[in-house]
Structure formats: structure tokens, C-alpha cells
């Protein structure tokens, strides 16, 4: 069995046409989570005058927040995209000041990236408004809604790549 099969027979077998509506009614939540706010976190980023992989990879490399530059490598492969993309991408934000890139000190053909002052300011910026727009959609929930979502959430919490994905955005978030 190819490894999707079998990770849907582990799954209870839940058909093409299943995940397609599941992944649609999850698309339309985060469009409604996004713009609960009256936009706050479309307009941080147009005020950042990023380009979206440009801010995407600004909060990557925030995100990587265990004190060590992040490899160029890490940034594109946590994107999804190509080296050369993820190279552009750092290279609009070395010209904005927002990182800097140094070669490696035990590998001379790995570039590491780093934030600086002004790059912790945008992207503080950029998740703060993130954070606002959903602290607003989830405001508006009733208490059956927000135990529903609750449930669904801390089922997903035990999902390793997501618990820690979560304790590093609870950590940006209590600075």
C-alpha cells in the first residue's frame, strides 16, 4: 500500500470527495478567521510591504526562535519552496534590513540567516495582527462553538509537529 492509503486506512478510510469537503469547510474557516477583524492582518501585510514569500520566510525565521541563525535550506524547506526561491526571498529582506545572512562557520556553502532589530519588529507585527483576527472571530463564539473548537483543537495539539509549532507561537505570543 502506498503510505497515503495506508495512512487513510489508519484513518477510517475517508474517501477523496471527504477530504475534499473537510479541506473546503477548513479553507473557508481560515478565510472567516482572517477577515473577522476588518482585515488587520491583510492590511499588516500589505503594510509591510512584503511580497508574501518574502513575509512568509520574515516569520520563519522568527519562528526558528531557538537563538541560532536559521540555514537558507531550513527557510525554503519549511516554505515548500525552491532554494533559489527561498535565496530571493532573503535576499529582498537582507536589501530592507529586516535579516542578515552569514556564511556558516563549519560549512562555507550554507548561508544563515538571522533577524535583525527591525525584522523582530515586522514580524512581531505581522503575527501580533494575526493573533488579533482570530482573538476577534473567537470572541464572537458562543459556548457551545468554543467548546466544539476547543475539543477539536487539543485533539489536534497531540499531533507533534503541531504541539510544537503551538509552543513556539505561545512563546512569540506572551513576549
Given amino acids: 500500500m502506498e503510505p497515503t492509503a495506508t495512512k487513510k486506512a ?43 514569500v518574502q513575509m512568509k520566510a520574515l516569520v520563519t525565521v522568527a519562528g526558528d526562535d531557538d537563538g541560532e541563525p536559521s540555514a537558507i535550506n531550513f527557510v525554503a524547506e519549511r516554505l515548500g519552496i525552491s532554494l533559489p526561491s527561498a535565496s530571493r526571498a ?31 519588529e515586522v514580524s512581531d507585527r505581522l503575527i501580533a495582527a494575526r493573533l488579533e483576527g482570530l482573538e476577534s472571530f473567537v470572541a464572537d463564539l458562543n459556548p457551545a462553538e468554543r467548546r466544539k473548537l476547543d475539543a477539536a483543537l487539543e485533539l489536534l495539539l497531540e499531533r507533534p509537529e503541531i504541539a510544537k509549532t503551538y509552543e513556539l507561537q505561545a512563546r512569540r505570543a506572551s513576549k
Fill in 10 to 52: 489508519e484513518q477510517g478510510g475517508a474517501s477523496a470527495a471527504e477530504d475534499r469537503e473537510l479541506a473546503l469547510r477548513l479553507g473557508t474557516l481560515m478565510m472567516c478567521t482572517m477577515g473577522s477583524d476588518g482585515g488587520g492582518a491583510i492590511r499588516a501585510i500589505d503594510e509591510s510591504g512584503l511580497s508574501f
Fill in 90 to 120: 532573503v535576499d529582498g529582506l537582507v536589501k530592507k534590513g529586516l535579516v542578515t545572512r552569514i556564511e556558516d562557520i563549519s560549512d562555507r556553502r550554507v548561508r544563515r540567516v538571522s533577524l535583525t532589530p527591525d525584522g523582530r
